[in-house]
């Protein structure tokens, strides 16, 4: 008889104090009831609130709750990647405590992993709390992306998506940059790929932890991490501004020899403005492909541990996370 599979679901906490019960007794019956046995291992983002005491008292009544707690907060896209470190899964599905990525979808997705693929992207089809705003830039970065990136992403695909263990074996060893975009390192893997639809519900409690600048700075970088296209805006530009250039010299040879009109202040400033505009945001690219460069060259870990919870073979005191 083959030994039981086993599911590890990774969930990034932080401060979700008030949606954490609602989301243990809304996805614990659903792995209890799946083929395959299962881990359900939280990790706690440096959370302020009450949210590590709350996983302490699941882990205590079951010994498939697992915890990583880190020493400060290191973001959600840390978060998940220490989940994927720690996991011991056959597959591991990754998604968030706010009930936004519904637990209802866990037996589809072992049903695909049953079916031979290990990347398995959900696709968010509809979101209750979503604006026409929300929509609007959800389209633009995809657009903008896939415009720029040669690898190519499933448009509003989301953090909640699912690995093989094979996946999860190439993330700890190979894609170890300090600034990530995890959803992007999955899609770009490679082996056999599928996706699942889901509809993103309101959340239960709490506010979205990501505001327009945090989602801005997280655009900014996922196009660092996967296109080097920006830098190249500095050849084009420069083109488009010799071709400016270029007819604005004609223009005004053309207006001083046959029509004897000299050359307008005006015209000056406005193609001195138009080039400095230029050079500035050229500059900005480049320094913001510098900073991460200097976040990799730091070389600093990708997380912290403080202390493991249920995890046999973790020490308390982290993990080496400088590969």
Not at 165 to 170: D, G, K, L
Request: overall charge neutral; charged content about 20%.
């Amino acid at each position: 008889m083959s030994q039981q599979k086993l599911l590890s679901v990774v969930v990034s906490v932080y401060n979700e104090e008030l949606s954490l019960p609602d989301f243990y007794a809304t996805t614990k019956p659903i792995l209890e009831a799946c083929p395959w046995d299962y881990e359900l291992l939280f990790v706690n983002d440096g959370s302020s609130d009450s949210s590590i005491s709350i996983l302490h008292q699941f882990a205590a009544e079951n010994d498939k709750v697992k915890i990583v707690d880190f020493s400060r907060n290191f973001g959600h896209e840390a978060a998940m990647i220490a989940g994927i470190d720690h996991a011991s899964g056959d597959g591991i599905i990754c998604m968030d405590a706010d009930l936004q990525h519904p637990p209802t979808s866990i037996p589809e997705i072992i049903a695909k992993f049953e079916e031979g693929y290990d990347v398995i992207s959900m696709i968010r089809t509809a979101r209750e709390d979503g604006g026409l705003i929300k929509k609007i830039t959800s389209s633009l970065f995809y657009g903008v992306l896939n415009l720029l990136s040669p690898v190519k992403f499933e448009k509003n695909s989301s953090d909640f998506f699912a690995i093989s263990r094979s996946v999860a074996q190439v993330l700890r060893k190979d894609y170890r940059e300090k600034v990530r975009y995890l959803r992007g390192y999955v899609q770009s893997a490679g082996f056999r790929k599928t996706t699942l639809p889901f509809e993103a519900k309101s959340r239960i409690a709490g506010e979205s932890k990501y505001n327009i600048g945090k989602l801005l700075r997280f655009s900014i970088t996922t196009l660092c991490s996967f296109s080097d296209m920006p830098l190249k805006l500095g050849v084009y530009s420069g083109l488009l501004v010799a071709f400016f250039g270029l007819i604005l010299m004609v223009y005004t040879i053309v207006n001083k020899v046959l029509y004897h009109v000299p050359s307008g202040y005006s015209t000056i400033i406005v193609a001195m403005s138009f080039m400095f505009a230029i050079v500035l945001m050229v500059i900005g690219v480049i320094g913001q492909y510098i900073s991460v460069l200097f976040a990799e060259i730091k070389n600093r870990p990708i997380y912290i541990v403080k202390e493991c919870t249920n995890l046999e073979g973790h020490t308390s005191g982290g993990i080496d996370n400088r590969r």
